[in-house]
């Protein structure tokens, strides 16, 4: 019969990092929940600002040479053109806000951001 100490370990060779990303992510997002203005996306006049835009945007995706129609409106984001920064005036503005659908907003304009071109 072989011991259980002969038995190699399988876990063992996982790399640290896999365990850290949940925290840095979450922290991160508790960061980001700090600010004041996160608040605004909660309230009944973001909703009906955010109905607003889809509806004006024909529930269309603005992204240049994406144009896609979505009928489903938890796929669909009112993204702000330019950042806010808690800026409360860029935030309400209509003017400031285009239909974009989750695969544009959460790659194309996220690159776009990071680079510091939005």
């Known amino acids: 019969m072989a011991k259980l100490t002969s038995i190699r370990p399988r876990l ?5 990092k896999v365990a850290s ?14 600010r004041g203005w ?12 955010r109905m607003v835009i889809l509806r004006r945007d024909l529930f269309t ?4 040479g994406c144009g896609r129609i979505e009928a ?8 702000h ?3 806010h920064r808690g800026n409360d005036a860029l935030f309400w503005d209509p003017d400031n806000l285009w239909c974009l659908c989750k695969p544009c907003h959460d790659s194309a304009k996220q690159r776009e951001e990071r680079r510091g071109d939005g």
């Open 81 to 83: 053109r330019k950042p």
């Open 72 to 79: 489903d409106t938890s796929q669909l984001v009112a993204d």
């Open 38 to 49: 996160r608040k605004w996306y909660k309230t009944a006049r973001w909703q009906r600002l």
């Open 12 to 16: 063992g060779g996982l790399r640290p």
């Open 21 to 34: 990303l949940p925290v840095d992510r979450q922290q991160r997002d508790r960061q980001r929940d700090e």
């Open 61 to 64: 995706c603005q992204w240049p």
